[in-house]
C-alpha cells in the first residue's frame, strides 16, 4: 500500500523534530517537484556538489543512506554516501538523471494537496509550532532550510528519484572494489524482475558497457531436446565466451553479432562502450558454462503474481502462455540448477 504525505511527514518529525514550518516546505516541494528546479547549470551544479562533499565531516557511526519523503522521490545522504567510499560522480549522475524525470512527479497538485494536509497535522499536535506560524510561511514557496534546522540537523543531501534506490547496494559493492581495475557485472534474474531497466539507469551512472544475453539466443541448428533438457542449455553461451568474455578485462571497445530472432540467424553488429565497467545483462548471465567472470554477481527478482501481471502488461495477453508453458519454466530450472550447484549471487535486489 502506497504511503500518503502525511505518513512521510509524521517519519520526517520523527527523524528530524527540529523541524520548521519553512523546513515542511522544502520538503513538500521536494515530494512534488523531485530535482527538476534544482539543475539549470550542470558545471556550477557539480561543481557545487563536489565543493559540499569535500568539506563534508564524516565518522565512523552509521547513518541512513537516504530517506524516501515521497513515493517518487528520496533524499541521497551525503555525508552517508561519503562515510561508505562512493564516488561523487555517480551520485551527480543520480541526479541530473532525476531531473529527466520531471513528469513522474506529482508537481503543483501535490504540492497545494499536501499543503492542506500538513493544517491537520498541526492541529493533531505533530509539529512543535502554532497555525500561525505555518500559515505565514506556507505561502512562500520553496524556501531554504530554518537555521534551526540546520544547526540540529545538519542537512546534507541531494534530492534524486526513488527509482535508484534499488541501485544503491550494487554501487555499495562497486564502490568498495578497487576503482583502478575493470569490473564486469552480471545481472542475472528472473523475467519481467526489470533486469534491463535496472542495467540501463545503471549503465548510466557507472558510464558501462553494456551486453545483453537476449543477443545471444540459441540458433535453430543447436535447439536439440538433449540441449533444452540441460538448465541454461537455451542460450548461446559458447558464444558469449568466444565474444564477450575475453574482451572484458580490456576496457576497450569492442563488437560482437546479435542474434535476430526475426531472421532466426545473426544479424548486425552491437558495439559496447569502452569502459571500467562492463555490465552482462539477462537470464543466464551467471550460466556455469561461463565460470567465474564478473567482479559482481546480482540477481534480479520479482514475485510470481507481480511477474505474470507485468508480462501481461509488457507483452501482451497472447504472449503470457508462452511465458507460463515454457520460457518460465526454463528460467525457474536455471535458477534451481543454480542453486543445487552452490552459485550464489553476491546482491538478491
Known sequence: MEKTCKNYLHEQVALHPSMQPQDVVKFLFQAAFGAEHLLTDKDFAFAWLKKEFEDIEVTNVSGKLYEQIHDKVCRINLREWKRRKMPIEWLFRIFVESASYANMYGGQRLFEQSLQEVEALIQGGV????????????????????????????????????????????????????????????????????????????????????????????????????????????????????EVLPRLKTGETFSYRRFDCSKMALGEDVAVKGSQYYIIEGAYSCHPALGDYTSLKVFSDVEKTEQLERIRRRDGEEHLEAFEKKWIPLEEAYIADLSSHGKEFDLIV
Not at 510561511?137 to 546534507?156: D, N
Not at 544475453?213 to 536439440?224: A, G, I, K, Q
Not at 553461451?237 to 568466444?242: I, S
Request: hydrophobic share 35%; with cysteine.
Open 127 to 242: 509539529f512543535g509550532f502554532s497555525m500561525k506560524e505555518w500559515q505565514e510561511t506556507s505561502k512562500q514557496g520553496p524556501v531554504h532550510h530554518s537555521e534551526v534546522y540546520r544547526q540540529q540537523e545538519k542537512p546534507a543531501y541531494r534530492v534524486v528519484c526513488s527509482r535508484y534506490i534499488r541501485l544503491l547496494p550494487i554501487l555499495e559493492e562497486l564502490a568498495r572494489l578497487s576503482q583502478g581495475e575493470v569490473h564486469t557485472i552480471a545481472i542475472d534474474g528472473r523475467c519481467a524482475s526489470g533486469k534491463t531497466t535496472m542495467t540501463e539507469m545503471l549503465a548510466k551512472v557507472l558510464e558501462a558497457g553494456v551486453i545483453h544475453m537476449d543477443d545471444f539466443f540459441l540458433p535453430m541448428e543447436l535447439r536439440t531436446k538433449e540441449r533444452f533438457a540441460t538448465p541454461g542449455g537455451n542460450v548461446h553461451y559458447e558464444r558469449v565466451a568466444e
